[in-house]
């Protein structure tokens, strides 16, 4: 069994090592920046770590399958960043800031292709359960991102909307990295459900936590503007939770802070005042803590011994409890 601290090292270092070059050149440069750019890489370490938990051979047939996870990731940020406008993306221009909207484009369409490739790598008796899984995640968070996009035009959202959109936007490619190490390392299908369910449930929390960082982070460590969200009229977590907990005339205020323009740190200091009010900060620290809760007890009837389950909770614990 590999330490996360090996995995990660693994992780690193095969994406540094991958086959990047092509012509034209200014279609492949922004892949190479893209992953140079570092990040988490939440999806292949998980893969990667619960593959480990049964299996010690990390060779190439499971790593880039992994790693197609990390590709396929920065594909959809590649995209994203052209749909929100953002113009830093972990303290460096975005993709479409530094090439243009049609470079980015391409080249993310084309780190979508990389990842299948990568995951074609896998072990035969693998791949097709691995596709079928891979390919119906990736419609997953498509999906997840229209909703995303739908919610924008909306002037309000439930809870219950909101999770299943980030179920499936964040939810399930991380969900797919923990069937995947599962599938590859020969767990039955029933435990492999297991784990699909945890990445789920760790994905939603990870993902409450972003929107928790955005409004409540540092930004030196965060990696991008602190109050973003608020600036976009994003429906956050802590946006949707306020309106569903305000009275009246906290909706009142709240619709008017979300009318402000022209000055942003002004508008953001409202909003945060308003969270403050209605307590926002610590519902959402307990949300965040019920799905942890809820992923780690998903793992019960996986029937991991202590030090696996050391693992898991260790992973689970830096995903989640983080201050970018």
């Excluded at 996360?4 to 012509?23: A, K, M, Y």
């Excluded at 370490?45 to 619960?50: D, E, G, K």
């Excluded at 049964?54 to 749909?83: G, Q, R, W």
């Amino acid at each position: 069994m590999y330490t996360l601290s090996e995995i990660d090292s693994i992780v690193e270092r095969n994406i540094i090592h991958l086959p990047l070059n092509g012509e034209p050149q200014e279609l492949y440069d922004p892949l190479k920046y893209m992953l140079s750019l570092g990040g988490k890489r939440v999806r292949p370490r998980l893969c990667l770590a619960i593959y480990s938990l049964f299996k010690d051979n990390l060779d190439a047939n499971v790593i880039y399958p992994a790693i197609a996870l990390e590709i396929f990731h920065s594909f959809t940020l590649i995209h994203d960043d052209i749909m929100d406008k953002a113009d830093v993306r972990r303290n460096n221009p975005t993709v479409h800031k530094k090439w243009g909207e049609n470079i980015a484009i391409l080249s993310g369409d084309v780190m979508f292709i990389k990842a299948y490739q990568l995951l074609e790598k896998s072990k035969p008796e693998h791949l097709l359960p691995l596709l079928n899984l891979f390919s119906k995640t990736a419609a997953d968070v498509c999906e997840g991102q229209q909703f995303d996009m739908n919610y924008e035009t909306m002037p309000l959202i439930t809870i219950e909307e909101y999770i299943n959109m980030i179920a499936l936007k964040t939810g399930a490619l991380i969900a797919c990295a923990a069937k995947m190490g599962a599938i590859m390392a020969g767990v039955d299908n029933k435990k492999a459900d297991l784990f699909y369910q945890f990445g789920r449930k760790i994905g939603i929390a990870f993902q409450i936590t972003d929107d928790y960082l955005d409004t409540y982070g540092d930004y030196k460590l965060f990696g991008k503007k602190i109050g973003g969200d608020i600036v976009m009229n994003k429906k956050s977590w802590l946006l949707v939770e306020s309106f569903r907990v305000s009275d009246g005339e906290q909706k009142r205020r709240l619709r008017s802070a979300l009318a402000m323009s022209g000055d942003d740190q002004a508008k953001i200091d409202t909003m945060k005042a308003l969270y403050d009010e209605m307590q926002i900060k610590q519902r959402a620290e307990k949300e965040i803590e019920r799905y942890y809760n809820e992923a780690i007890e998903s793992l019960k009837d996986v029937e991991l011994n202590e030090a696996q389950m050391a693992i898991m909770i260790d992973f689970a614990n830096k995903i989640t409890y983080r201050t970018r």
